[in-house]
């Protein structure tokens, strides 16, 4: 079951705390207020290996993930995927939570975001175990505005994170 969340009209609002994160590029500031994120989609999916996979606590048959779906204003659509254990509901829910705080805002800012989000949603409840789990969520929205600033900028995205690294794969 895929997951929708319309967020352009938001009853919450969040009070930012601008703390500046490390910034890979400029962007001008009239380039940033073009595109905001306004809706946010997530869709379970069950990838099943090869062959299964066995170990000392079971069998595991493939890979649970959630493909994350966000577009812009302006029509820009980003992907980015996230492991979807321990459940994807979980991490949809999650998602849909993190979703609220992206609302009206720019995907050129993501590092910002991402930081705002992880204070908002875990740093500020006291729960000190969570960086591994947040990211785990996080990473596929970061991956989504990435994939966003590298279509309007019409650039790979590995050439915004400082470019290629090795010539084949």
């Known amino acids: ?46 990838v099943p290996y090869k062959e299964p996979f066995r170990w000392a606590q079971g069998e595991i048959t493939g890979a649970s993930v959630v493909l994350v779906e966000i577009s812009t204003d302006e029509g820009i659509v980003g992907y980015g995927e996230c492991i979807g254990t321990p459940t994807a509901a979980g991490l949809q829910a999650f998602i849909a939570e993190a979703a609220v705080i992206l609302s009206g805002q720019s995907p050129f800012d993501n590092t910002r975001l991402i930081m705002e989000a992880y204070r908002v949603m875990f740093q500020s409840q006291g729960t000190t175990s969570a960086p591994r789990f947040a990211r785990q969520i996080f990473a596929g929205l970061e991956m989504a505005m990435w994939d966003i600033v590298g279509k309007a900028r019409n650039s790979p995205v590995h050439q915004l994170l400082g470019g290629a690294v090795r010539d084949h794969v």
């Open 1 to 46: 079951v895929g997951s929708e969340m319309c967020i352009r009209d938001s009853p919450l609002k969040i009070a930012f705390y601008y703390s500046r994160g490390c910034e890979f590029f400029s962007v001008p500031i009239k380039e940033r207020e073009q595109k905001f994120c306004f809706k946010v989609k997530t869709k379970p999916l069950f």
